[in-house]
């Protein structure tokens, strides 16, 4: 029954697709009439206009393309043209760094707020007003403190992912049930051991939900970060070919984008997944 | 009287009162000792303080009021030599039982190797009938294995001193009987001090030497001591065939049935440093008796 469910998703997310592919095809191979059009915007849309053409590239274009991509991810022939695999590596490397450095002061630091009320109480206001800030905020002063575009998309990075996993974190470690600490209690264990051998397995699950949330928070900034300081990455990627006004190039971007965002969820569900005990 | 092993004395419980200012008193001047070696049971009704005394007793809860004495010495805080089975068996679900037994081994003894816990930690685990279930976790367990986990848990550190909380009351029947069999069997085998907290009278009268029984709440008070009349070589198969079984069974049902609620009221001058100690014996009743063992 469950096998013969799943076989009948994919075969409905299949027709969705192939219906998806249809209609568009359909919807850009459709052409415009060149005479109704100003001369001056048939000279703007150029070879489009003239070819009766649509603007919009169809799957086929794309597909085209994708492969294209596909053959060669990582050329390098200038600031501006690289390969699809090299920009999403940059990215990435952004994401992984900024990311990391959020875990080693989050974590340490929910722990803190979760196990000590008085820090609680303490960190709660700034908390409270750093928590709603949008990460791009924090772009122009990232730049003019650190004066590198590099290191300040990292930064943005950086305070976009750590409050999910200090709120979760602090919450894991709060919510920790009593009895467990009562064992550890009884058995005579130190702080100490008592943080790592009972509150983090206890917290673990919902400390990586924490980062999971982070994660994804990560993957959507680092894209606006990246068409705003330029040079390298998928988001720069995605700006300077809407400038070359290639379409399907952008479309390829949105796709993968899509697809790397997924990717980083799956793992973290994975993880989560690894450190979930049923009681 | 024999030599106090635990000593409570003089303790009490207060909470801030809910509304406004003041303060509840769970239970005040409490006085209650037992000698080393023995079996002691408090039965009273659901929110009269037992848990609270026990907490206090292991060292999870600090009394407002009075001291607890252990072996001469003022306790602090909890101990190794006091070990807890709790009423929800508490195991930590992300490790095995291996895993949560090794833990409490490892926790006692830190300078053994894992191979010497280890060992350890299985003489324990087949002990309490779990032999081929080391690597299962919690969640594949049923819950008489658990509760048994549990037990091997708190055995394997070798307290002085054990502390039980309601510990097969999440159990059917026939698990029940057998893990009560196990109990008794480990502590008459160790010399074990035992202290439980049961809603169930025939549990009490099987496993214990003393039954302390506490009135209802706010404000309760340790009533009475009933010294179990049956031998001490007494099976659970054939209690009720003792000529003592029905005289002690009736006077606890008793107290909990009225008793319990009027005491405080009828006994103005209960001496809560000197609570009276009763030995039901055969002539008191030897009616049948019309409740059965629930008294919540
Ligand atoms: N944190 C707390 N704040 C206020 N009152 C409390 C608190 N903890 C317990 N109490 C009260 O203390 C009383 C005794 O609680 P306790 O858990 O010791 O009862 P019990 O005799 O073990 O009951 P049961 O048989 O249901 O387990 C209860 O009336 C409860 O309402
Ligand atoms: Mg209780």
Redesign the interface.
Known sequence: MIQSLRFRAAVVSIAIFLAFIGVWHLATRQTLSVGTMSPEYAKLMGLTATSGKSAMPGPLDVGAKLWEHLKRPFYDNGPNDKGLGIQLAYSIGRVGLGYLIAVIVAIPLGFLIGMSPLMNKALDPFIQVLKPISPLAWMPLALYTIKDSSLSAIFVIFICSVWPMLLNTAFGVAAV?K??I??A?????GTFRRAF??IL??A?PTILTGMRISIGIAWLVIVAAEMLVGGTGIGYFVWNEWNNLSITNVIIAILLIGIVGMLLDQILARFTRM?T??? | MTTKFISIEGIAKRYPASSGNGATTIFEDLWLSMPSGEFGCIIGHSGCGKTTVLNILAGLDEPSEGTVIVDGQAISGTSLDRAVIFQSHALLPWLTVMGNIAYAVSSKWRKWDKAKVRAHAQTYIDKVGLTGSEHKRPSELSGGMKQRVGIARALSITPKIMLMDEPFSALDALTRGTLQDEVRRVTLETGQTTFMITHDVDEAMYLADKIFLMTNGPGAVLAEIVENPLPRDRSRIDLHKHPHYYALRNHIIDFLVTRSKTFTAATPHHDPRHVPVVRPAFPEAPTMPSLHSATR
């Open positions: 049930r009895e467990w009562n064992v209690r009884t058995l005579e264990v051998t009972v397995p206890a673990a450190v005990f049923p009681e």
